[in-house]
Each structure stands twice: as C-alpha cells, then as structure tokens.
T-cell receptor
Framework: DTGVSQDPRHKITKRGQNVTFRCDPI?????LYWYRQTLGQGPEFLTY????????KSRLLSDRFSAERPKGSFSTLEIQRTEQGDSAMYLC???????????????FGEGSRLTVL | AQKVTQAQTEISVVEKEDVTLDCVYE???????LFWYKQPPSGELVFLIR??????QNEISGRYSWNFQKSTSSFNFTITASQVVDSAVYFC????????????FGQGTRLTINP
C-alpha cells in the first residue's frame, strides 16, 4: 500500500495522559498536513510541514500540541495532558509541491481516532 | 477569511434517483481551488475533483458532474442514477492557489441512498 498511513487507528486514553500519533505520507510527497475532525463537522487545519520545516500552525493548536517531521518523511503529532475536548479524528494528508503550486490532490490517511475518557 | 457552506446536512434518496449537493463559498482571493471529497464510513477522505477558479467549465466524470458558477460562488455536485455505494459524507472545500494551500472544509452533507 503506497497511500498515507496513520498509526494507531484508534486510541482510548484517560484525561491527563499524553498520546502520540504517527503519519507516514506518500514517499515522494514534500508537504504534510494535520487536520482535526470532530463528530458531524468538516476537518479543520492544524498545521503543515514542507519537508522538515513546520511552516504554519493554526490557533487550534494549543501549547499542549506539538508536531514534528524530523527527517522530512514521517510526522508525529503529540498531545500532552489530554482533555475530553481533544476527542476527535486526527487526519494526516500529504501532497507534492513543485515550485509554488501543489500538483493536485491532497491525499488523506484513514485517520487516528482519539477518545479521551 | 475563507468559508464554505453546505446547507444540506443530510439527504436521503432512493437508488437511481439523481441528487445534487450544494456548496457555497466565500473568499477574498481572486484565484483559488475548489474541491469535493467523499468520506465513507471507513473515515478516509477520498478526493473527487479539484477546480481552478479561472476554469468555470462544468465537468462530468461518469455519473458525477460538477457545476461551478463563480457569479454565485457555488460549486454544486450532482450524482446521476445514484447507487447504494454512493452513501457517504461529502465535503466541499476551498484553498488558496499558493502559500499553505490548506483546505477549508464545509460541514459536509451526509448522503444516504436507499435500495
């Protein structure tokens, strides 16, 4: 399978615990995005990387959230001291940028569903 | 600020009926991309189409067609002769042409096709 993969697919945790999600983008893609989707809503942008550089973070990304893409390949999204409001689907997507323009579609993974008890 | 509105929260039709999903957007950009994605129960967002703002030609792909009207800021999606497998949540989205090109999604329309 050469699509975007995310791990774990489901995570149930207790309030106050830390969780980490991993995203492996399509191998030649240089852009990687994180989105959050709550029940009944469309996905909302959290942050994105171009290669290993994190270029933009949404106001939704509180101090408890941190994302990395250390070698410009896979990325991790960590949530510290989880709260019940963090319960959501966390979606990763990747794309390929040539110059200043994306080549086309944004490929999404199947998401990591977080439930905070 | 960019905004996408999908006024239809849920639609239910009988198989083989035609159905149109509405999408209205707001943006101050003069150039932008518009998208439609399908989200089946598995959760993965499946890309359906991307349109440039300067290309107002309607597009047809099999049973799917898209009507882009810049004058009314709408990008509607029609499924002809619907099938049960079309049941999913459909999202319309907007992005800038350059820069971060992050997607701004509508709230989605849950489409149920009944046999």
């Amino acid at each position: 399978d050469t699509g975007v993969s995310q791990d774990p697919r489901h995570k149930i945790t207790k309030r106050g615990q830390n969780v980490t999600f991993r995203c492996d983008p399509i191998s030649e893609h240089n852009r990687l995005y994180w989105y959050r989707q709550t029940l009944g809503q469309g996905p909302e942008f959290l942050t994105y990387f171009q290669n290993e550089a994190q270029l933009e973070k949404s106001r939704l990304l509180s101090d408890r959230f941190s994302a990395e893409r250390p070698k410009g390949s896979f990325s991790t999204l960590e949530i510290q001291r989880t709260e019940q409001g963090d319960s959501a689907m966390y979606l990763c997507a990747s794309s390929y940028l040539i110059g200043q323009v994306n080549t086309g579609e944004l490929f999404f993974g199947e998401g990591s569903r977080l439930t905070v008890l | 600020a960019q905004k996408v509105t999908q006024a239809q929260t849920e639609i239910s039709v009988v198989e083989k009926e035609d159905v149109t999903l509405d999408c209205v957007y707001e943006t101050r950009d003069t150039t932008y991309y518009l998208f439609w994605y399908k989200q089946p129960p598995s959760g993965e967002l499946v890309f359906l189409i991307r349109r440039n703002s300067f290309d107002e030609q309607n597009e047809i792909s099999g049973r799917y067609s898209w009507n882009f009207q810049k004058s009314t800021s709408s990008f509607n999606f029609t499924i002809t002769a619907s099938q049960v497998v079309d049941s999913a949540v459909y999202f319309c989205a907007l992005s800038e042409l350059r820069g971060a090109q992050k997607l701004v999604f509508g709230q989605g329309t849950r489409l149920t096709i009944n046999p």
